[in-house]
């Protein structure tokens, strides 16, 4: 890896981090995340079908209350050094992303319990009306976030290439790299459930599982596709045809007042 490659990876990991907890532009998504680490280290195509498949595993994740979700930026970043610079193939991304994005969590909650200090300390700026002051903790504290990302980036991407990571790597069992790809599976099944039991759509049902047909059986449909399809259009059918629905009689407005029809006969 080149020291410009070097540069831009480290920039990129660092505004990854800082955007996991700004939740404004959506950086740290893997899709995002990993199509701008394939862009500055020259391999667009790799970066955009790694972040894809992460992204599918990361789709039900979020954070609700204190309850910390699994590091999507972390898991998004390492994953895509090791995969393009290291000459990984994406399987080999996503089974060490699952464990990395379990580290990130345990670190971005460590991260989180330091920026408490810098909390208290805008407070106290605030007291004194020093908004210089209020804005330098709140920079500080974000810093923290892009550096947890940034810093063991740049480790990876200092020795990915050489044969230290390929020992690594290769020390992997391959009970243990095929389970973690089976778990990234199933992670990516209750993602979609947590998904559609959040939105509550049941009327959108059939064109989900119409999408579904169709990334699966192009250009090769079968009589299972046809059938699923057929299905499909045929709820569809039902729920836009009036003709299965009962006739809803439009409201009467009450008449309020005298009655001036009856006083003039």
């Given at each position: ?164 990571v390929d020992r690594w790597l290769s020390a992997i069992p391959d009970v243990v790299a095929t389970g973690l790809q089976v778990a990234g599976g199933f992670i990516v099944v209750v993602g979609y459930a947590m998904v559609i039991n959040m939105m509550n759509a ?64």
């Open positions: 890896m080149s020291t410009i490659s070097f540069i831009l990876v480290v920039l990129v990991a660092l505004v990854v981090g800082m955007a996991s907890v700004l939740d404004e532009r959506q950086f740290y998504r893997p899709l995002v995340a990993c199509t701008l680490m394939g862009l500055v280290m020259g391999d667009l195509t790799t970066g955009v079908i790694l972040g894809g498949a992460l992204e599918l595993i990361a789709l039900g994740w979020m954070n609700v209350g204190a309850a910390m979700a699994p590091d999507a930026a972390l898991a998004s970043t390492v994953a895509s050094v090791v995969v393009i610079a290291g000459h990984q193939d994406v399987n080999t991304g996503i089974a060490i992303a699952v464990p990395l994005a379990a580290a990130g969590q345990v670190l971005t909650i460590f991260v989180r319990t330091i920026a408490v200090f810098f909390q208290h300390q805008a407070d106290r700026f605030a007291a004194n009306a020093n908004f210089r002051g209020i804005e330098i903790m709140h920079f500080s504290a974000l810093s923290l976030q892009g550096l947890r990302v940034a810093i063991p980036t740049a480790a990876v991407a200092a020795v990915t290439g050489t044969d230290l049941r009327a959108l049902m059939p064109f989900f599982f119409l999408g579904f047909v169709l990334a699966a059986f192009i250009p090769d449909f079968n009589l299972v596709g046809l059938g699923i399809i057929g299905a499909c259009l045929a709820v569809v059918y039902v729920q836009l045809n009036p003709l299965y629905h009962d006739s809803i009689a439009m409201p009467t407005v009450a008449r309020t007042g005298p009655n001036y029809d009856n006083e003039l006969e």
